[in-house]
């Protein structure tokens, strides 16, 4: 399983940062993906989930408007574009994948239903 996240780092509150997960050849063909953060001594929550085969998205409240889902096919490759950061935005980010046809019909957002994890990149929002 391939899952590599980039595009942390530090940023000012208001201000914007993309993230990007590149994806193995093999684990792009997951029906879909998703991002996901886990803010200290937090769960871990879902923030956006795609379905690589179509444009269907779903948002979490907390980032709705804020956050954009996006996927490149030529790439293989995941993104989140956040904008409008705020403190409470810091977390480790992390990309996720999954097969399962009826969580990714669902565009579900909880961690428990996705089997494929990147390593994560931090977020740090002052």
């Known amino acids: 399983v391939q899952l590599v996240e980039s595009g942390g780092g530090s940023v000012q509150a208001g201000g914007s940062l993309t993230l990007s997960c590149a994806a193995g050849?093999?684990?792009?063909?997951?029906?879909?993906m998703g991002w996901f953060r886990q803010r200290p001594g937090k769960d871990r929550e879902g923030l956006a989930v795609?379905?690589?085969?179509?444009?269907?998205?779903t948002y979490a409240d907390s980032v709705k408007g804020r956050f954009t889902i996006s996927k490149d096919n030529a790439k293989k490759s995941l993104c989140l574009q956040m904008n409008s950061l705020k403190p409470e935005d810091t977390a480790m980010y992390y990309c996720?994948?999954?097969?399962?046809?009826?969580?990714?019909?669902?565009?579900?957002?909880?961690?428990?239903?996705?089997?494929?994890w990147g390593q994560g990149t931090q977020v740090t929002v002052s």
């Open positions: 795609l379905w690589i085969g179509g444009a269907t998205t």
């Open positions: 050849r093999y684990t792009y063909k997951r029906n879909c």
């Open positions: 996720a994948a999954e097969r399962c046809s009826a969580v990714c019909s669902s565009l579900s957002l909880a961690r428990r239903n996705y089997d494929y």
